[in-house]
Every structure is written in structure tokens, then in C-alpha cells.
């Protein structure tokens, strides 16, 4: 079976194999999808301002084809529990702490 993966995020993803080693790349989305904030003022605490925060469950994504995954961001993934969306994991870090690259993806069900 052929495989297709689509980015839905503003960067590329980098699959490592154990060595280290580069074995796919998947360029970055022009348009990265992105979750709607959603924003409710609590008040405040001792003048500093509170707000509840949830993201938008509703994803404007496109129907389940086979053979086709999308890389997604892990609060994509939970909004929509699909598993054709698959999440970069096993990430890999440069000295700094950069993310070069992960080893696996993940299914969030």
C-alpha cells in the first residue's frame, strides 16, 4: 500500500531512524492548520487579569482517505481522536534543546 503524509504544520518534519539518521522529511504546510483560541475574562487576581482559555473543537479537516495521514499538532490530534492524524514523537534534540527531528509518530485515540 502507497503512503502519503501531509503536513498540517507551520514546520517540516523530520523522521530519524535509531542511528540518527535522516530517512524522510516532510516540508512544512503553506497554510499550517491551526485550532481557534477561545477566551473568557474570570476577572482578575490581585489586579493581574484572568482569563479561562479552551481551543475549538471543531477542525475543519478533510474526510479519511486511504493510504493518507496528516501530521498534526498534538492539540489537533486530542480535538479530533482520528487515526489518520498522526503526531511526531520520540523527539530528538540537538545540545540546546532544538527539536531536530522524531523517530516515530503517534495515534491519539
Known amino acids: 500500500m502507497q503512503v502519503t503524509f501531509i503536513n498540517t504544520t507551520p514546520h517540516p518534519v523530520h ?6 539518521e535522516l530517512v524522510l522529511t ?10 481557534e483560541e477561545r477566551l473568557e475574562s474570570l476577572g482578575d487576581l490581585a489586579g493581574v487579569p ?4 479552551a481551543l475549538a473543537a471543531d477542525i475543519s479537516l478533510p474526510e479519511p482517505q486511504e493510504g493518507v495521514y496528516y ?3 498534538l492539540a489537533v490530534a ?3 481522536r482520528r487515526p489518520d492524524l498522526l503526531v511526531p514523537d520520540d523527539l530528538v534534540r540537538d545540545d540546546q534543546g532544538r527539536i531536530l527531528g522524531c523517530r516515530r ?5
Open 15 to 20: 523522521v530519524l531512524n535509531r542511528d540518527g
Open 26 to 35: 516532510i516540508p512544512a504546510a503553506s497554510q499550517p492548520l491551526r485550532l
Open 50 to 53: 484572568l482569563v479561562k482559555k
Open 71 to 73: 501530521i498534526v499538532s
Open 78 to 80: 486530542q480535538a479530533a
Open 105 to 109: 509518530f503517534a495515534v491519539v485515540v
